[in-house]
């Protein structure tokens, strides 16, 4: 089993930026990839990005690409979602997730809130 704990939401006017952390436990060892995603109220969840834990290669989503950067602290079996130049619909609850070899993302953190807004 793997743990995640998301932590670092807030409230942000538009073009500022905020850091989000994803703290993995557990059997990290077991970790393929790391995920980051999001939901706005009444919309449907958003990819945002991806971090592979062996090869520390990054994915985005395209409303995102640019701005967001994906990075791990290894010595603390972190993972970070560094956002920039952020925008209104941005806002929603940010998750994220992990998946072993061969899964889909089965392990998920409690989601945390960004709020982009003057």
């Known amino acids: 089993q793997v743990q995640l704990v998301e932590s670092g939401g807030g409230q942000v006017q538009p073009g500022g930026s905020l850091r989000l952390s994803c703290a993995a436990s557990g059997r990290t060892s077991s970790i393929y990839r790391v995920g980051w995603f999001r939901q706005a109220p009444g919309k449907e969840r958003e990819f945002v990005g991806r971090?592979?834990?062996?090869?520390?290669?990054?994915y985005y989503g395209d409303s995102v690409k640019g701005r967001f950067t994906i990075s791990r602290d290894n010595t603390k079996n972190t993972v970070f979602l560094q956002m920039n130049s952020l925008k209104p619909e941005d806002t929603a609850v940010y998750y994220c997730?992990?998946?072993?070899?061969?899964?889909?993302?089965?392990?998920w953190g409690q989601g945390t809130q960004v709020t982009v807004s003057s």
């Open positions: 997730a992990a998946s072993e070899p061969a899964t889909d993302y089965k392990y």
């Open positions: 971090f592979t834990w062996t090869t520390t290669n990054t």
